[in-house]
Structure formats: C-alpha cells, structure tokens
C-alpha cells in the first residue's frame, strides 16, 4: 500500500513501505546502558482514565510494554556529515555545541569539537564545519545542503546512546519502569535544519515504527517527543495514511511540545552563527540559515498584535516577523520564511486552523509559572539600508546584550503558545496538563511528566488511553 505525503507546499511525494531504506546505518560507538535497579514508582499523579476510572498498569514486563519511539528537540540528534570537494572527501559524526553539555558526549569527548575529530573530522578543516553545516537558500527560499554537503543522522533506532545522547537521564528512568534501549526504546534522530518535509524524518519515522512494532509482536508504538521533535512527529502523522496510523501508532505524548512559534528565535537570524566556543554569549545557538526553527513564521498565530521586539520607538509585532528580519538584513531567511510559512500548508492548518484532532489520541505535558524571553528590545540600532545585502551591515548584528521582552512559560515557550495545542486536540482537558515551575528541558526528566508517559504507554497496551490532566 502506498502512502500520499505532502511534506511541503511545493511537492508531494508517494511513500510506500517497500520503497523505504533500513535504518541499518549503526554506530558502534555507543554503550548499552544498564537498567537500574531501584523500582521506578509509578505514580500517575492526576492521571485518570478519560471516562472517570483509573487506570489499571499491568506488571511491568517485556509482554506488558508498548515500544517508545522518542523524536528529541532542536539540536539533540547526533548528525553524519560528508563533505565532497574537488575529490577531497571528509567524514565525521556532529552533535550542535551550545545544545548538547560536554558531560553528555559520547566516547568521555571533552568537547562537541573533539567528539567530531574522533570520529574523522581533521582538526585543521575544523573551522570549515561551520560553512559545510550553514543550508543554502535560493531566490525562492527553498533551502538545500552546500554543494558536496551531505547531511544524515548517525544511524536510526539503531544505538540511542549514540543518536540522542542528550536524553539519557531520561532513558534512566524509562529503564527503571521496564524499558530497555533499543529493545523496545528507540530514538528517531533527525536533521533538525530544515522544516517538515525537507529531510528524512517521513520515511524513516514509517521504518523505525514497523520495525519497533515488528520487535513488540504487533503491539502499536507510543510515539513521544520533546520540542521540535513534536513538531516533526505532527506532521508525519498528519501526512500519511491515518489507516497506517492508526495500525502502527497508539498516541503522541509531547514534552514541551507545543509547537507554534520561537519569537526570541528570530533574533538567531541576524546574530553570527554558532561556534565550536561557547564563551561568545552574543553568538547564535544555531546557523541563521537553518529553516528548521527560524523560518516557520508562526508567530502571529500565537501571539496576535503582542510587540515582540523594539528598535527605539518603533515596534514589531507577530505579524511583523519578515519586517524584522528585513530590517536587521536577514534577506535570504526571510525569503525562507516566505517558503516554509507553516499556516499556507495544508497538514498544520488541519489542525492549528481547522480544529481536526489527529487519528490518534495525543497527550502534552509542558511546564508553565516561569518567566521566558519572547522577544528583544534595542535602545536604537540602524536599521538595513537598499545597499546592505547581509545582517552584518545592519545595526542588530553587533548590538550587544539588548533587554529582553519577557511573559510566562516554561524557559522556551510563552503562556499565549502554551494555550496553542487546545486548538488541536480533540479535549483539551484530557489531553493537556501543565506542570508549575519545571522548565524546557528539565520536563523530559520530570517525574510527574516520566509517569504520565508510563501510565500513556499501559493504557496503550490495555486499551484505554488515560488523560494528562
């Protein structure tokens, strides 16, 4: 049976599982971590069957687990790059700097920099990384790798301690509840610089969940995810088949996955890039080309008429985001966000226009009662002139340290986007819940938001999914 996917508003491609690639490129890096001990207590905290009931969890046990197929945030999936220029070729493994801390690199890396000269990266090409990584983005916006630049994750499903090193605190935590690693707990790793539909993420995600489901004798995949990964995770659900759906996957739980804009992002498009050094505060996190979190445009969907940035007097509200950017000389990205704006694709307004749930049961869990930036605001900058063609030119690119505009959320996400998922799901008071005071990333370890993730995958296996609230 093929699957129809419209993965972007310029091309839809036919996937059939015949035509899909093992995911078979494994790392022979990672380490198998140890299941612990000690007896993860369950304790669904609030978590009640939708009906009225609680739950019942069978005993935890290989024949009582749904697998977990977890797809992790911006940033977090370890990368394979190879370079081919002028018949010099290189090759080496890549995890972003300023998103993955120096005690989670795998092989005792002393730096994200180390961690790719170990795996091949001359140490002399070093500063070129940086260019090899940047997307090209042409006269349309359509972004594309570098020429001779080729982009994949390390492997998929294959070794989570390689692909998602981030996460194992978490995975910690699954295996003291029954889990193993890459038994029936798998990481979907994934080239988080582009947008939905530009990388691999659709067929290997339809791959990795037969296979996950293929290992648990036909028991459907829970399919959780932190962040971005959400947000890759929805529209692969939204654009296959809801039968193959709802055959292979039993519901989506979202950590801090309400997905529907980065204000502050937009800063990232007029900063200078990231660095393999984390002392220059005033660097981006991430390349200003990457489409993946800089280009989606969501912002007026979430936050209306809320002035997010200032420049003297002069303010930009949501709907001013390719105002911005040309102003501050981000020309090529906010051709980009003209390309990837997610509310002109069919998949997303399904839901955040719409209102239709999607073909299988969802849960999100995010933290809110903790001040987060929204936006910047400048005492005054010159803004971009006719003449200038990059953000170096215009005054946002060496304004050091401006105020930050700030409102509620949980350290990544405003209280305006933490309301955004009620508009796509089928009941917000079952499917949501909010935890006070746990931030952006620390909800992946969380043990209330851990035992909401245990109790959805029994309820998967017994059949009724319980609510998040």
């Known amino acids: ?27 022979n890096r990672g380490v198998a971590l140890p299941i612990l001990l000690a007896v993860f207590l369950l304790v669904a905290i609030g978590l009640t069957g939708c009906a009225g009931k609680v739950s019942t969890a069978k005993p935890v046990g290989e024949d009582a687990l749904a697998p977990v197929v977890f797809v992790p945030g911006l940033g977090m999936s370890a990368l394979n790059v190879q370079v081919l220029i002028d018949k010099d070729f290189t090759g080496f493994d890549f995890l972003l700097p300023s998103m993955n801390p120096i005690d989670i690199l795998p092989q005792g890396a002393s730096s994200a920099l180390e961690y790719s000269v170990t795996s091949g990266l001359p140490r002399e090409e070093a500063e070129l990384v940086p260019t090899w990584m940047s997307l090209a983005i ?27 090193p981030r996460y194992l605190a978490m995975t910690n935590q699954l295996a003291a509840a029954g889990w193993t690693l890459d038994a029936n707990l798998f990481c979907l790793p994934f080239d ?25 004798s036909g028991q459907r995949a829970v399919v959780a995810c932190h962040s971005q990964g959400c947000l890759m995770a929805y529209h692969a659900l939204r654009v296959l088949d809801p039968t193959w759906v709802k055959a292979n996957v039993s519901v989506l739980y979202g950590f801090a996955g309400q997905f529907s804009g980065c204000s502050d992002c937009l800063r990232w498009a007029f900063q200078p890039g990231w660095s393999w050094s984390l002392d220059d505060q005033n660097e981006s996190p991430v390349d200003p080309s990457w489409v993946g979190e800089l280009a989606l445009d969501l912002q007026p969907s979430v936050y209306g008429d809320t002035v997010l940035y200032r420049n ?32 002109d694709q069919d998949w997303f307004r399904r839901g955040s226009i719409n209102g239709d749930p999607l073909p299988i049961p969802s849960r999100f869990v995010f933290g809110v009662d903790l001040v987060t930036t929204v936006g910047y605001a400048y005492d005054f900058v010159a803004v971009r002139t006719g003449s200038c063609q990059e953000p170096e030119c215009a005054g946002f690119w060496s304004a050091v340290s401006p105020s930050v505009v ?31 005071g746990v931030d952006h990333m620390k909800i992946v370890t969380d043990p209330e938001a851990i035992a909401g993730l245990v109790a959805t995958s029994h309820g998967s296996v017994e059949g009724s999914i319980p609510c998040a609230g």
């Open 192 to 216: 988080y610089r582009y947008a939905p539909g530009g990388n691999s993420f659709v067929p290997d995600f339809m791959t990795l969940v037969e296979r996950a489901v293929s290992k648990a």
């Open 406 to 436: 700030t409102s509620d959320g949980d350290g990544g996400d405003s209280t305006l986007m933490n309301a955004a998922p009620k508009t796509w799901t089928s009941s917000p008071a079952c499917d949501i819940r909010t935890i006070p």
């Open 138 to 164: 042409d006269a349309d916006g359509v972004a594309s790798n570098q020429p001779g630049v080729s982009v994949a994750p390390v492997s998929v499903g294959r070794d989570f301690a390689a692909e998602c």
């Open 312 to 343: 003297g007097t002069k303010e930009y509200r949501a709907t001013d985001a390719r105002a911005l950017l040309q102003d501050a000389g981000a020309l090529e990205m906010s051709r980009a966000t003209g390309a990837y704006t997610l509310e």
């Open 1 to 27: 049976m093929a699957f129809t996917a419209k993965v972007s508003r310029f091309t839809e491609v036919v996937v059939s599982p015949g035509d899909l690639k093992p995911c078979d490129q494994t790392s």
